[in-house]
C-alpha cells in the first residue's frame, strides 16, 4: 500500500490520543492537519458519557460532503462508540466504511487494504483480541518532548456507572520489556517527560513485578527526565506505592486520584470498593510523604438516588482536600452497565444545578490555590512556542501546573528552568525566568 495521508479526530481520554497516535502508526501514514488533504478520515470517539456519543455521530457526518466531493476518500470510525455500536453505526451512517474497537488498531492496515480493494465492502472490526492489542507503538510528533505509554488495557474494576470493560475488555498488563522498549524508544526520539497510561494505571503487575517496582525501573532511564501516570484507582495506592513516589527522583509530583463521590451510600451503590474515611487516610498519607503533591480528581454528580444530604458530603470533601483540578459531570446512563438497571435516577435540573455549585466553587479553590504559589519558583519543563503569543514559551511544573513564560528564548524547548510565578489565573500562570 502507497504512502497515504490521514487525518485523526480524537475524542476523550488521554488513552484516546495514545490509540490515535497508534493508529497513525499502524498505517505507516502521513498525519495532516487539514481533512480535505487527507486520504483517510478517522474519528476516534470516546463512549463514557451519553453526550461523547452524539458527539461522535454527528463528527462523522460532517465529513460526508467530502466523500461526495471525493468519492475514495475514506472515511473510518474508531474507539470505544465504534466498539460499542458496531454495526448500528454502518446501518446508521451510509458514507461510514468500517468501525474498528480499541483492541484491533494492529490489524487497521490490513482492514484499510481491504477496503481498497473492494470499495464498496464495509468493515467492522470489534473483536477483543488479546494477542495484538501493545503490538502498535505510537506516531511521536519529531521534536515532541513528552509522550504517552500504555502499561494497561481494559479494566477488572465493574464500577456500575462505567462503560470502560464492556467497550477495552477485561484489564491486561503490558510485559514490563515492551514498556521499557518503548520508552526508550520515544526518548531517543527526543522525549523529556512520558506518562505512563492505564484505566486503573497502578493495579499494574506483570511476572510478580508491581507498580512501584515499575516506577523503580522507570527511574533508570538514561534520558529520561520525568514520569507522569494516569489514571490511579484509590484502591491501589499502597504504603510501597507512595514510598516509590517520595523517594524517585523523576516521579513528578502530580496525582490524579478519581473518588467520584463524597458520600459512603453513593459510593457503595457506585461500587467503588473503598468508603470516603478510607480514600481521606489515603490522601493524608500522601501529603504527609509529599507535601507539594498535587491531587486532581473525577466527581460525578446524580448518580443513582444522590439525595441533598450526599451532595453536601461531597461538597464537604471537596473544601477539605481542596484539590487543584476537579473533572465533574453530570451521571450519564451507559448501555450494558449495572447503573442502566436502577430506575429513580436524580432529576436532571437538580443534577445540573449540583453540577454548577460544584464547578463553581471549584474555580474559586483553583484560583485560591494558584494564588498562593506567587512569587515562588519552580521548575518547569518547556515544551514548545504559546499558541496565544509568540513572544512566550509554554510549560508545565513538576505538579502539571501550566506556564506561560515570558521574554525566553526558543533555544530553551525541551529544558527544564527554573521559573518564579508572576501572575496567577484558574487553569494557568504566568512567569519569568528566575
Known amino acids: 500500500m502507497d504512502k497515504i495521508s490521514i487525518f485523526v479526530e480524537t475524542y476523550g481520554c488521554q488513552m484516546n490520543e495514545y490509540d490515535s497516535d497508534r ?28 453526550k461523547a456519543d452524539h458527539k461522535a455521530v454527528s463528527a462523522v457526518g460532517k465529513y460526508k460532503k467530502l466523500k461526495i466531493k471525493n468519492p475514495d476518500l475514506i472515511i473510518g470510525m474508531a474507539g470505544c462508540v465504534a466498539q460499542l455500536y458496531g454495526k448500528k453505526l454502518i446501518k446508521q451512517i451510509p458514507h461510514l466504511d468500517f468501525v474498528v474497537g480499541p483492541r484491533e488498531i494492529p490489524k487497521l492496515r490490513d482492514l484499510i487494504f481491504d477496503i481498497k480493494e473492494s470499495p464498496n465492502h464495509r468493515k467492522i472490526n470489534t473483536s477483543m483480541d488479546v494477542e495484538e492489542v501493545f503490538k502498535v ?70 511476572e510478580g513485578q508491581r507498580f512501584y517496582n515499575l516506577l523503580d525501573h522507570l527511574e533508570e532511564l538514561e534520558g529520561l527526565e520525568r514520569i507522569r501516570f494516569t489514571t490511579s484507582f484509590p484502591r491501589d495506592i499502597t504504603s510501597k506505592m507512595i514510598d516509590s513516589m517520595e523517594k524517585n527522583s523523576k516521579v513528578c509530583r502530580q496525582l490524579h486520584l478519581p473518588v467520584q463521590s463524597g458520600s459512603n451510600r453513593i459510593l457503595k451503590q457506585m461500587k467503588r470498593t473503598y468508603s470516603i474515611e478510607w480514600y481521606r487516610e489515603c ?16 466527581i460525578i454528580v446524580g448518580f443513582s438516588d444522590e439525595s441533598t444530604k450526599d451532595f453536601e458530603e461531597t461538597m464537604r470533601l ?117
Not at 505507516?28 to 451519553?50: F, G, H, L, S, Y
Not at 518532548?145 to 502499561?151: A, D, L, P
Not at 526518548?187 to 494505571?201: C, D, F, S
Not at 453540577?355 to 519558583?377: A, F, Y
Request: glycine letters at 4%; proline letters at 4%.
Open 23 to 50: 493508529i497513525i502508526n499502524s498505517l505507516m501514514a502521513n498525519p495532516v492537519n487539514n481533512p480535505e488533504d487527507a486520504d483517510i478520515i478517522i474519528v476516534n470517539t470516546c463512549a463514557i458519557r451519553e
Open 137 to 206: 507503538n505510537p506516531y511521536h510528533k519529531p521534536g515532541k518532548v513528552n509522550g504517552f505509554v500504555s502499561i494497561q488495557q481494559g479494566c477488572n474494576k465493574k464500577c456500575a456507572y462505567c462503560i470502560v470493560p464492556t467497550v477495552r475488555g477485561n484489564e491486561i498488563n503490558r510485559p514490563l520489556k515492551e514498556i521499557l522498549e518503548e520508552s526508550r524508544l520515544l526518548i531517543n526520539q527526543g522525549a523529556k517527560e512520558l506518562t505512563y497510561i492505564g484505566q486503573t494505571v497502578n493495579s499494574w503487575k506483570y
Open 283 to 298: 490522601i493524608l498519607k500522601l501529603k504527609e510523604s509529599m507535601p507539594d503533591l498535587s491531587l486532581s480528581t473525577d
Open 318 to 434: 471537596i473544601e477539605d482536600v481542596k484539590f487543584d483540578t476537579i473533572y465533574s459531570f453530570k451521571y450519564s446512563v451507559r448501555p450494558g452497565t449495572p447503573g442502566e438497571k436502577i430506575s429513580n435516577h436524580v432529576n436532571d435540573d437538580i443534577a445540573l444545578d449540583r453540577l454548577h455549585l460544584l464547578q463553581t466553587r471549584q474555580r474559586e479553590i483553583s484560583l485560591e490555590n494558584n494564588i498562593k504559589q506567587l512569587k515562588k519558583s519552580y521548575k518547569v519543563l518547556v515544551e514548545n512556542q504559546s499558541k496565544n503569543n509568540p513572544n512566550e514559551l509554554f510549560g508545565r511544573t513538576s505538579q502539571n501546573k501550566a506556564v506561560y513564560i515570558k521574554n525566553i528564548s526558543e533555544k530553551y524547548i525541551g529544558k527544564i528552568v527554573e521559573v518564579t510565578k508572576t501572575e496567577a489565573f484558574q487553569n494557568s500562570f504566568i512567569g519569568e525566568l528566575t
